[in-house]
């Protein structure tokens, strides 16, 4: 019995760590996408691109860890649409070389929803 508890928890916590890659990967193009169609919005470099997807991918996880809430432009109202704004403009303190204005993530919030929701399968920002 004991080996198939700690079974189901390994498999749990792979579970886990294929859902944040999973996240980090689509964000990386979701982002770049948008950032190349946002006015004010700007991702120096492919390294930069990366981080900034890390960062969003962890900001995500913690904020629906702790909260619930996901950050979502479409399907999660006006409170999903919100945070994903929140969180593009703060990843700008996080990592150098990424610069986004307000405005420009009011715009990018949307951008990156139609995108997210045009792609298939259930990722999240």
Same mark, same amino acid.
């Given at each position: 019995m004991? *080996? *198939? *508890? +700690? +079974?189901? #928890? +390994?498999n749990s916590s792979m579970n886990t760590v294929g859902q944040?890659? &999973?996240?980090?990967v689509v964000a990386a193009i979701i982002l770049g996408i948008? @950032? $190349?169609f946002t006015p004010g919005f700007s991702i120096n470099n492919i390294w930069t691109? @990366?981080?900034s997807a890390l960062v969003l991918t962890v900001m995500d996880y913690l !904020? %629906?860890? /702790?909260?619930?809430?996901?950050?979502?432009?479409? &399907?999660k109202g /006006? %409170?999903? $649409? %919100?945070?994903a704004v929140v969180i593009l403009y703060a990843t700008q303190f996080f990592v150098?070389? =990424?610069? !986004? +204005?307000w405005m420009a993530a009011i715009i990018g919030a949307l951008i990156y929803g139609i995108?997210? =929701?045009?792609?298939? &399968? #259930?990722q999240r920002m």
């Open positions: 004991n *080996n *198939n *508890n +700690s +079974s189901a #928890e +390994s944040l890659i &999973g996240r980090f948008t @950032a $190349f691109l @990366a981080i !904020i %629906v860890k /702790f909260t619930g809430l996901h950050a979502m432009a479409f &399907g /006006f %409170v999903g $649409f %919100v945070l150098a070389g =990424y610069t !986004i +204005s995108i997210d =929701y045009i792609m298939p &399968g #259930e």
